[in-house]
């Protein structure tokens, strides 16, 4: 559910997970479209969306290995030949020379366990997520490194 302020507007967290799911229509993944907003001081720092590395076929031209196999999701991420929405953010954040440290993630999914230890070391302050996702260690990496994790509901739908 969206709450509007006195003026009609969303609020900032609302603001920035319908971004992140705009930024998921872009996905090119059969199973799950993600979408990932990293944040500071109220502005946009990058954007990912998950699918296949630069220059690849991407899943929705070649197929699901994963699909294939019947993989469960949050099992056997190295079957995948797409990179995660939240690593794609903090990648595109790297190519560009922009600081990620002291940031908050918006993703319209609970991180990975993989996509979590890159948020630890991009200095990742704060991650804000809308679906949860089947990870326990991811929950727990947060918890040791001591980054804040808070759950969202809007009323904006992934696909």
Known sequence: MVTLTRQGRPSLD???????????????????????VLVRDKHILSTGYNGAPAGLPHCEDVGCL????????????????GVHAEA???LQAALHGVSTENSTMYCTHQP?????????NA?????????????ELSMQLLKDAEIRIRRIETNQQTQ
């Open 66 to 81: 994963r699909e294939l196999l019947k993989v469960p999701s949050g099992e056997r991420h190295e079957l995948c030949r």
């Open 88 to 90: 794609n953010a903090i």
């Open 123 to 135: 200095k990742v302050k704060e991650i804000v997520y809308r679906v949860a996702y089947p990870d």
């Open 112 to 120: 990975c366990s993989m996509c979590t230890k890159m948020a630890i």
């Open 14 to 36: 609302e603001y920035f997970m319908e971004i992140a799911t705009v930024v998921s229509k872009r996905s090119t993944c059969l199973r799950e479209h993600v979408g990932a």
